[in-house]
């Protein structure tokens, strides 16, 4: 009752095992070290054994006197002896695979959390787009509501651009995108945005970035996410999305209508549209474009509405 209280160790478990492995370094070193001095010693008891006591003084192999093979064997084993202490125990003991095995578990684990985090988002953007059609009655007026549309101009392989810039220049493309958005607001990505030299004319632009610091000229509107974008241009009839992929793909959910420039050809990229699901998507208009001096390549403007 009145005994002294036993006390609980003050070192934790990962403590411990750092404290046993750096002793069973010491060990090593020493064992080390006693085998250097012992070979040191050994050599020249060889040698003073051979030319002063004369013992195998007349046995040679190859011409070389027999301590010489015996030194030579006995640095052999030093050697080894120095290899696996610095080498394979600190390298690949048991420490070494542990750290390995941590380091393997904690990238899986960094792979596994943005594998969630996509999920997540895609499911909250798909149970947004499920309750709007859901509330918006089939029968409504389509002018009572705001028309969310993508515009994009996409190759036969759905390219769209390759290093922040578009792949091509087809000057009747360029006009139908001024005669549709002008008078509008245009949601974008950052990178979209920064590929313009300037803000578009009588347009309102709205750009969607995570740093929350990015610098925009006045007019323009900086938002965090593509459900703030919408809601920024709730009050506009046809609000529409420029870009670039990973906004497209984020659209593709909520959107109500496109407008497809599709160029009949394909191209080399890194940004890519997402493929148009037949099932969601019907087409109502489609106008084929020849290729002339003033377009190098064929292209159609196409429009869809979602079902």
């Known amino acids: 009752m009145f005994g002294k209280k036993k006390q609980k160790p003050q070192i934790d478990k990962d403590q411990l095992e750092l404290i046993e492995n750096a002793q069973r370094r010491i060990k090593q070193k020493k064992r080390l070290y006693v085998h250097f001095v012992l070979f040191l010693i050994g050599c020249v008891l060889l040698i003073i054994a051979n030319t002063v006591l004369g013992i195998g003084k007349d046995f040679t192999i190859a011409g070389v006197n027999w301590f010489v093979y015996a030194i030579l064997i006995w640095l052999f084993l030093f050697l080894y002896h120095l290899f696996n202490v610095f080498v394979t125990h600190k390298f690949m003991g048991k420490a070494w695979e542990k750290q390995q095995l941590e380091k393997l578990v904690a990238k899986q684990q960094e792979r596994i959390d943005k594998l969630k985090a996509g999920f997540v988002k895609e499911e909250t953007l798909i149970a947004q787009s499920d309750l709007y059609n859901e509330t918006t009655p089939k029968t409504q007026n389509p002018k009572s509501k705001s028309e969310l549309t993508i515009i994009v101009a996409a190759a036969k392989n759905d390219a769209i651009g390759k290093g922040n810039k578009l792949i091509w220049h087809l000057s009747d493309d360029l006009k139908r995108f001024k005669s549709l958005t002008s008078g509008h607001h245009i949601i974008m990505g950052r990178k979209t945005f920064e590929s313009f030299p300037k803000p578009l004319p009588n347009r309102k632009h709205i750009v969607i970035s ?35 992929g990973e906004i ?3 659209a593709m959910l909520l959107a109500d209508k496109i407008e497809l420039t ?14 148009i699901d037949s099932s969601i998507w019907k087409e109502t208009a489609n106008t084929f474009n020849k290729k002339d ?3 190098e390549y064929e292209f159609s403007f ?3 509405l979602r079902k």
Do not use: C, M, W
């Open 248 to 250: 497209y793909k984020q």
């Open 302 to 304: 196409i429009t869809y």
């Open 262 to 275: 599709r160029v009949h050809e394909d191209f080399e990229a890194d940004t890519f549209f997402p493929k």
């Open 293 to 295: 001096k003033n377009h």
């Open 210 to 244: 995570r740093q929350k610091d990015y610098k925009i000229p006045h007019g323009v509107i900086l938002v965090n996410s593509l459900e703030d974008a919408i809601d920024a241009a709730k009050n506009d009839s046809q609000p529409f999305i420029i870009g670039g």
